[in-house]
């Protein structure tokens, strides 16, 4: 079940800028934007896509877990199942079928999860 009302590319955006990234042009010179990581990582926007790839939905699933990882599982869980452990103080057990769900989640599962994650530890920060 979708929870995140967006677009891949505007889901992108607001993934990219939750991870503190800066937007800025290519040292290239060869594209007019692309995402500073740091001073020497870069992503290009048009082949950075975690709703779509499962590498880059990894990167934004590491970065939600390092911020908040039972926020992070919660908000998969409720995408997947519609159960939300957190409003069960946690008093769970998940079925193998389940448990199979989450490690086999979408990227765009992932991406969305890691969004409602790191918008909410921005939103605590």
Not at 2 to 11: C, I, K
Not at 24 to 32: A, E, Q, S, T, V
Not at 113 to 118: C, F, I, K, P, R
């Amino acid at each position: 079940m979708t929870q995140v009302q967006m677009a891949d590319g505007d889901l992108n955006l607001k993934l990219a800028e939750l991870m503190g990234w800066k937007s800025g042009g290519d040292p290239n010179k060869k594209r007019d934007f692309v995402w500073w990581i740091d001073e020497n990582r870069f992503r290009l926007p048009e082949k950075w896509n975690p709703c779509t790839d499962h590498t880059a939905s990894l990167e934004v699933q590491a970065a939600a877990i390092a911020k908040d990882k039972h926020g992070y599982l919660n908000n998969l869980a409720g995408i997947i199942t519609e159960v939300y452990p957190r409003d069960l103080n946690w008093d769970i057990v998940w079925t193998n079928d389940e448990i199979i769900s989450f490690i086999t989640a979408t990227p765009r599962q992932r991406a969305e999860a890691a969004y409602m994650t790191l918008k909410e530890v921005q939103r605590h920060e």
